[in-house]
T-cell receptor, first 115, second 114 residues
Framework: AQTVTQSQPEMSVQEAETVTLSCTYDTSESNYYLFWYKQPPSRQMILVIRQEAYKQQNATENRFSVNFQKAAKSFSLKISDSQLGDTAMYFCAFMKHDSNYQLIWGAGTKLIIKP | ETGVTQSPTHLIKTRGQQVTLRCSSQSGHNTVSWYQQALGQGPQFIFQYYREEENGRGNFPPRFSGLQFPNYSSELNVNALELDDSALYLC?????????????FGAGTRLSVL
């Protein structure tokens, strides 16, 4: 069975700083997807970034980038130039390829951006 | 905005009652997944429907059941409610095609069981 671990329950940084959220996972699969979702107080899960395991290049979306280390089973999220609107819960999630596409989630990291 | 809407936003029930939660998928999406998110935890997969058929189920008892309609809207039904069923219930729609596999979420229904 797959598991996803987020070891940082809460983090806080000053606005404009860079912050890195950690995620490790355990799987015997070779082909899968990894995601970071953001859940603000409005409760709606919003996709931040997606990585396909067969791609060695790290995904990037504007201020958000990942460090994907397949051998180490590590998938960290870096947020550059953090903004107050980045304050939210951040969840790392795993999805097997060719499955019923269910997401397996970590417990989340609460990120607080301070003005 | 993800185009996925859930109703109601909040619901209070008592133990032993039954509840129906609803989800309207993003236009053109043929797959819907339901998740239970207890307070302070990550979501847990309940089940998924693809073209009106159940297509995978997590570790939830049979009193959790669902439906997907021809217009791809969906319902989650929970019978014989227990106190531990209190949670945020999230629905996510996706298009099973090619390989993007991106799930788009609604804002959830907060269920409180007293």
């Amino acid at each position: 069975a797959q598991t996803v671990t987020q070891s940082q329950p809460e983090m806080s940084v000053q606005e404009a700083e860079t912050v890195t959220l950690s995620c490790t996972y355990d799987t015997s699969e070779s082909n899968y997807y990894l995601f970071w979702y953001k859940q603000p107080p409005s409760r709606q899960m919003i996709l931040v970034i997606r990585q396909e395991a067969y791609k060695q290049q790290n995904a990037t979306e504007n201020r958000f980038s990942v460090n994907f280390q397949k051998a180490a089973k590590s998938f960290s999220l870096k947020i550059s130039d953090s903004q107050l609107g980045d304050t939210a819960m951040y969840f790392c999630a795993f999805m097997k390829h060719d499955s019923n596409y269910q997401l397996i989630w970590g417990a989340g990291t609460k990120l607080i951006i301070k003005p | 905005e993800t185009g996925v809407t859930q109703s109601p936003t909040h619901l209070i029930k008592t133990r032993g009652q039954q509840v129906t939660l609803r989800c309207s998928s993003q236009s053109g999406h043929n797959t819907v997944s339901w998740y239970q998110q207890a307070l302070g935890q990550g979501p847990q997969f309940i089940f998924q429907y693809y073209r009106e058929e159940e297509n995978g189920r997590g570790n939830f008892p049979p009193r959790f059941s669902g439906l997907q309609f021809p217009n791809y809207s969906s319902e989650l039904n929970v019978n014989a409610l227990e106190l531990d069923d209190s949670a945020l219930y999230l629905c996510a729609s996706s298009l099973r095609q090619g390989g993007k596999n991106i799930q788009y979420f609604g804002a959830g229904t907060r269920l409180s069981v007293l």
